[in-house]
T-cell receptor
């Protein structure tokens, strides 16, 4: 079983739609959580950190459920420029391996 | 300012050839990571440096893989006797401080290695 699991998609949505991605992680000792965005043939870039209380950044909302070991990302009013692969990422932080553990990514295609 | 840079951007190697991949982290960044990303997968951890010290190499897939960061800045990932399964994008990332809970890692553009 992979440490971080995501639906690979693709999610094909029209412009203006709301789309949600989910992710589960297996290591209950995980300390920090992120969503990264990766465009085709580019490097991953941090989209947002995910906090226990949930957080919002413009059209993007991230939620964390530690009890269920579940992370979500909601994108409202989708834009063509949102088309990318969204990577769910966890980190054991100071309790273990310092590196990031990535899911395989969920591909989003926003269509006109 | 300049981000993380990697060279070469593309490398084609014949099976059995040795390759060396270079990473220039953001100036002053203490931590440096190497990841391997296969097609259709997320990046997977290879190794981690804190300054010149290699603190974790548990992700290196075999003893053909070797990494160094002798002066605590530039790092080189070397793969000896390359095999077809080594074909992937090799990503380097750096972060300012020792890794902590929300210390952002900045990624370079990667080196795409193809082994024929």
């Amino acid at each position: 079983r992979k440490e971080v699991e995501q639906d690979p998609g693709p999610f094909n949505v029209p412009e203006g739609a709301t789309v949600a991605f989910n992710c589960t992680y297996s290591n209950s000792a995980s300390q920090s959580f992120f969503w990264y965005r990766q465009d085709c043939r580019k490097e991953p870039k941090l989209l947002m950190s995910v906090y226990s209380s949930g957080n919002e950044d413009g059209r993007f909302t991230a939620q964390l459920n530690r009890a269920s070991q579940y992370i979500s990302l909601l994108i409202r009013d989708s834009k063509l420029s949102d088309s990318a692969t969204y990577l769910c990422v966890v980190n054991l932080g100071d309790t273990g391996r310092r590196a990031l553990t990535f899911g395989s990514g969920t591909r989003l295609q926003v269509q006109p | 300012g300049a981000g993380v840079s990697q060279s070469p951007r593309y490398k084609v190697a014949k099976r059995g050839q040795d390759v060396a991949l270079r990473c220039d982290p953001i100036s002053g960044h203490v931590s440096l990571f190497w990841y391997q990303q296969a097609l259709g997968q997320g990046p997977e951890f290879l190794t981690y440096f804190q300054n010149e010290a290699q603190l974790d190499k548990s992700g290196l897939p075999s003893d053909r893989f070797f990494a160094e960061r002798p002066e605590g800045s530039v790092s080189t990932l070397k793969i000896q006797r390359t095999q077809q399964e080594d074909s992937a994008v090799y990503l380097c990332a750096s972060s300012l401080l020792n890794p902590s809970t929300y210390n952002e890692q900045f990624f370079g553009p990667g080196t795409r290695l193809t082994v024929l």
